[in-house]
């Protein structure tokens, strides 16, 4: 499947390539994302981000993407023994303008070549930022995840065809790698590393060492664990993922704290990054923790919600781990409506 340049202009509601080098690309840096600080640039963003999804990803890749989620990372994998998890350093800024360009040429149609390569070059310049003396794809513009996707199919596709081989099952999500085997360790091999280290060396990327996990039996990433049987693993919750959760429930259910007390306790860095200028300092202070809290608890109960309907579908969680999730639910329902009733 190819764009137009028709459609290219009507996502960034331009008439034309000129046009496209006039739209505000200003931004702000904050906590190691570039935010818009043009409503234009924003919105055409955005736009491209619609009209790119359009284009064919590899299905190992997981992030970023609809109708998936980060459980879908997870799920090939519950067949595994052997895990190996590997990081990209600076997966986003790795990707260059000119890398962008060349992916752009390949998926865009014109009347000839020329006007082509024209169109694909002025919009890696309005995808990319300056970092260092080179354009690079900034993480925090809306079209940056569906661009990385993009560039990084033909490697997802090597990555797969190596892991086919070696009957080995591969998902990525963003800049994370997960690799397992059932049979086969492999994958802990020095020479496997080194031909995933290869293949992404074709986008200039460069793995995180200090990220590495190899395990077998088990595995516990970003607070989500696969365990249990042999062939038959489950999916779960960490204890580490939970404990804020858990903290809060007992705060509120058996320790009765107030709101200010438990934001205190556990969502400080909330209240240290208000920037207060009202003169009912204690009301605001007060009313503040109150909403924190009770939108702590509905977050929670999502997401606790999220990994039950995952398990509706695709029968991935443990017997056990579920009837403990939905005690957790209707404990934290218990709280949410006493704050309902006042």
Known sequence: ???????????????????????????????????????????SSENLNVLFSKLPLSSVAKAYRKKHSYFDFFRPHLDGEHFLRLDVKAFFNSIKREQIEIFLISHLRGKNAYEVKVLAKAISFFLTVEVDKQRVLPIGFPASPAIANLVFRPLDIAIEKLCHEKKIIYSRYSD???????????????????????????????????????????????????????????????????KTLKKLIHFKKIRKLSDKMIAKKLFQDNLKNLNLKYS?????????CRDQVINKLRGYRSYLISLLNYDN?????????????????EDLNSIILSYDRG
């Open 1 to 43: 499947m190819k764009l137009s340049q028709k459609e290219i202009f009507k996502a960034l509601e331009v008439k034309s390539i000129e046009d496209i080098k006039k739209i505000s690309s200003d931004f702000a840096f904050k906590n190691g994302f570039y935010i818009p600080r043009s409503p234009e640039y924003k919105t």
């Open 176 to 242: 994370d790698f997960l690799f397992s085997s059932a049979s086969n360790s492999i994958i802990h091999s020095n020479w496997f590393e080194s031909q995933i280290s290869y293949i992404i060396s074709k986008l200039d990327m460069r793995l995180n060492n200090g990220k590495r996990i190899t395990t077998s039996g088990a595995i516990s990433l970003n607070g989500y664990v696969i365990s249990g049987e042999e062939n038959n693993k489950k999916l779960s919750f960490s204890n580490l993922r939970l």
């Open 280 to 288: 009912d300092e204690k009301s605001f202070i007060d009313k503040f």
């Open 313 to 329: 579908l695709y029968s991935c969680v443990d017997s056990a781990h579920r009837r403990h999730i939905c005690i957790l639910i």
